[in-house]
């Protein structure tokens, strides 16, 4: 059973908040805690200011996919959107689907999602050759508990393996999910984004 399915079944949410304080309050020099790959993630994505909608089913993945667009006022509004799969799943929104780089939020997949640093690994199948930067502050990213891997290396390894005749091209990960509203010289080119991930359980 699935770490997010057993959080969110069976412990109760202070429970989860008090494991995840004894692990960040660890001292960064303390000797690394072997912690199992789902788990890691969800510690290191919420460090980095990310928030993820735990989905059981494909039914409460269209619900808060819902909840997203009600608290950001975001219905009938250009979205910007490279993937045509998922303009057809969503498509009962109200939203219009765009090509460009305008739009309220970036909506898209990812290929990974990777544990030790919290980030979500990207390529050209999802950003074309867009830079980060050129995209909308808001994003929400579809990915489901079967993507997640334990390094950077294991998720560019899975890549190779599934696109062997045509490797994609502009690969990165997105890993900073606050938008600073005070940009500041060392933050200058920084691609920090406002990020909703709906994680699907699949395993």
Known sequence: MSLFRRIFSSKSKSDQKNKERHVEDRSKYMPEINLPVD???MINFKRNGGK????????EVLDSFDKILLENDWYETDVCCFDIGLEHKFSGYNLNYVKNISGSFFFATCEYL????GSILVSSNQLKEKKLTELPDNFVILASTSQLVKSIGEGL????E?????????????KNFETQKEKDFL?????SKNLYLLLLEDL
């Open 39 to 41: 788990e890691s993630f």
């Open 52 to 59: 993820f909608l735990y989905c059981d089913n494909e039914n």
């Open 114 to 117: 990777i544990a030790d640093s």
């Open 157 to 160: 390894k899975g890549i190779k």
């Open 162 to 174: 599934k696109n062997k005749n045509s490797i994609p091209s502009n690969i990165t990960t997105i």
């Open 187 to 191: 933050s200058y080119g920084s691609s």
